[in-house]
């Protein structure tokens, strides 16, 4: 690396995060959202679940593409079997995050 070309990386690339960094009238992004600690696991719990959902659908369709495609072989079967199992009890769990959630926060406020 020549000598222009690392203070170009120091001017455009490091400085600002350095000016950034020292700035206090700069607030985090996210104050209003997870202020306590029930408003952050509902949170994490809705962006799971968008990322979630979708990966399970894929996994059901690929469990589909197992089972069609098995051509009678009993090994191929019961992989496809396993995936699909094993796809349903996460998708209970994803799409149960929600009501777990509420009674860990509910069985908390007891204490």
């Given at each position: 690396m020549n000598k222009d070309t690392s203070t170009f990386a120091l001017l455009f690339f490091f400085l600002p995060f350095f000016s950034f960094a020292t700035?206090?009238?700069?607030?985090?992004?996210v104050t209003k959202l997870?202020?306590?600690?029930?408003?952050?696991?509902?949170?994490?719990i809705k962006i799971i679940q968008a990322v979630?959902?979708?990966?399970?659908?894929?996994?059901i369709i690929y469990a589909g593409y197992l089972l069609v495609s098995a051509g009678?072989?009993?090994?191929?079967v019961s992989k496809a079997k396993l995936w699909i199992?094993?796809?349903l009890i996460g998708a209970a769990?994803?799409?149960?995050?929600?009501?777990?959630?509420?009674?860990?926060?509910?069985?908390?406020s007891l204490f």
């Open positions: 700035n206090p009238k700069l607030a985090p992004p997870g202020g306590t600690l029930q408003d952050f696991v509902y949170l994490l979630a959902i979708p990966v399970l659908v894929m996994c009678g072989n009993e090994q191929q199992f094993s796809t769990i994803i799409l149960g995050a929600r009501v777990i959630a509420d009674i860990v926060f509910g069985t908390a």
